[in-house]
Every structure is written in C-alpha cells, then in structure tokens.
C-alpha cells in the first residue's frame, strides 16, 4: 500500500524560507514519479514541482529559482525547499506520486498525502 505523508508547513512571512517533508513508502516500481502540487482556496490544484527516476525535475514558472525539489538517496523522503516566499505561495500543498515516468498533470498521479498548509503574509 502506498503511503505519502507530508510535514513541515506552517505560517512564515513574505521573504521567509520553509521546507516541506514526505514521507514515501509502499512504492515498489523501479520508475516512478513524485512530485509538490498545492491549492489555495477556490482555486484549481496545481503542480509545482516533480522529480522523476532519473532525477530529472520540472517546476512550474512561478517558483523556479525559488523552490527546489530533492529526494534523499533512498527515495524514501522527497523534499521541497522554499525559499524567498510570497503571500501568493499561500495554499495547501500535496506531495503525490505516480508508478511511471512524470507525464501529465494532477490527473495522472494515483497518490496523494493529506496536505500540509502553508501560510505566507
């Protein structure tokens, strides 16, 4: 069974830095996707970053030079460091996976953690 559990949000101030953890487990394909999305109220869930198998990384235009996707060597814990944060940054975000290599949008992930809010004012 596949689990993903995020930790690490919380409420910082505009320019502040944070750094998101989830927890990766049950996933047994060799190739496989992983990735941030986030959503903030009333708005479409969106993605933000993904890595794949080969450590390959997407972000979408708002964050890059901003956010950095990693995961540790084991891929059991994928990472999302927040940097030079902005109030429009504000949004529950969602680590998510997928058993093949990253394609497609929030639609194609399979798995899903709980959320964890980030706050920016």
């Known amino acids: 069974q596949v689990q993903l559990v995020e930790s690490g949000g919380g409420s910082v101030q505009a320019g502040g830095s944070l750094r998101l953890s989830c927890a990766v487990s049950?996933?047994?394909?060799?190739?496989?996707?992983v990735g941030w999305f986030r959503q903030a109220p009333g708005k479409e869930r969106e993605e933000v970053a993904t890595i794949g198998y080969d450590g390959s990384t997407t972000y979408r235009d708002s964050v890059k030079g901003r956010f950095t996707i990693s995961k540790d060597n084991a891929d059991v814990t994928l990472y999302l460091q927040m940097n030079s944060l902005k109030p429009e940054d504000t949004a529950m975000y969602y680590c998510?996976?997928?058993?093949?290599?990253?394609?497609?949008?929030?639609?194609?992930?399979?798995?899903w953690g709980q959320g964890t809010q980030v706050t920016v004012s």
């Open positions: 998510a996976a997928q058993p093949r290599a990253c394609a497609g949008g929030a639609s194609a992930f399979p798995y």
């Open positions: 049950g996933i047994t394909y060799r190739r496989y996707c």
